[in-house]
C-alpha cells in the first residue's frame, strides 16, 4: 500500500486548506484511515480518524469544530478540510491505515504518506 498526501501549502489565518490522501495498491477499503502531523521539534500527534463501514469520526480537541475528515471509498480517498486555520496548525500533515489499537496512538497505524507541509502565517 503506497499512500500518497496532497493539498498542503501557505495560508493566511484564518484561511482554508484542504489535504487530500490517496491511496494505491491494495487501498483503504475495510480500513479506519487517520490524519496525524508533525511540527518542527515536536511529537507526530493525532488529527483526526475516520472508520470504514460507519464512517465515524474522531477528533483531537485542538481541530474539533474547524476540521473535517471525509472518505470516499469508490476513489479510496480520504479528504481533511481544515478551516479557521491558526499558526499553531502548522505542521507537517500525514495520512495513515489503521491496523488496530487506540485510533489517537500513532503506533496503530501501519502505512503512512510521505506527509504534505502545512504553513498558516499570522
Known amino acids: 500500500v503506497q499512500l500518497q498526501a496532497s493539498g498542503g501549502g501557505l495560508v493566511q489565518a484564518g484561511g482554508s486548506l484542504r489535504l487530500s490522501c490517496a491511496a494505491s495498491?491494495?487501498?483503504?477499503?475495510?480500513?479506519?484511515v487517520g490524519w496525524f502531523r508533525q511540527a518542527p521539534g515536536k511529537e507526530r500527534d493525532f488529527v483526526t480518524s475516520i472508520t470504514w463501514s460507519d464512517e465515524r469520526t474522531y477528533y483531537a480537541d485542538s481541530v474539533q469544530g474547524r476540521f473535517t475528515i471525509s472518505r470516499d471509498n469508490a476513489e479510496s480517498a480520504v479528504y481533511l478540510q481544515m478551516n479557521s486555520l491558526k499558526p499553531e496548525d502548522t505542521a507537517v500533515y500525514y495520512c495513515?491505515?489503521?491496523?488496530?489499537?487506540?485510533?489517537?496512538?500513532?503506533?496503530?497505524?501501519?502505512?503512512w504518506g510521505q506527509g504534505t507541509q502545512v504553513t498558516v502565517s499570522s
Open positions: 495498491g491494495r487501498t483503504f477499503s475495510g480500513y479506519t
Open positions: 495513515a491505515r489503521y491496523f488496530g489499537g487506540s485510533y489517537y496512538l500513532k503506533s496503530s497505524y501501519n502505512y
